[in-house]
């Protein structure tokens, strides 16, 4: 069982950029997909991003494309989430999740962090 710690949350103003950490322990980091999720005020947990072993990644929507990025270090159990041009309607709690597939539905990730909340302020 792997277990997955994130970082990086903060209060930023919009158009600001923040980096978000996932640390992994306890378990084998490398063969997971890793996904990031987010839940802002009064709405339900939506998928980001994921990311495979091999590096290929996948982006939902055209809200994220283009400003967000997701990238990770198997070397360092890590996975990363680059927000850039960061806008009110970002603000949320980000969840990173470990999958065995490549996948944006939200079941079929097994582990996952507690979540770091990310304001941005207009």
């Known amino acids: 069982q792997v277990q997955l710690v994130e970082s990086g949350g903060g209060l930023v103003q919009a158009g600001g950029s923040l980096r978000l950490s996932c640390v992994a322990s306890?378990?084998?980091?490398?063969?997971?997909?890793m996904g990031w999720f987010r839940q802002g005020p009064g709405k339900e947990r939506e998928f980001v991003s994921a990311?495979?072993?091999?590096?290929?990644?996948?982006y939902p929507t055209d809200s994220v494309k283009g400003r967000f990025t997701i990238s990770r270090d198997n070397a360092k159990n890590t996975v990363f989430l680059q927000m850039n041009s960061l806008k009110p309607e970002d603000t949320a709690v980000y969840y990173c999740?470990?999958?065995?597939?490549?996948?944006?539905?939200?079941?079929?990730?097994?582990?996952w962090g507690q979540g770091t909340q990310v304001t941005v302020s207009s």
């Open positions: 306890g378990g084998t980091f490398s063969p997971y997909l």
């Open positions: 990311i495979s072993r091999s590096g290929a990644t996948m």
């Open positions: 999740a470990a999958s065995r597939s490549m996948t944006s539905i939200e079941k079929l990730y097994d582990n």
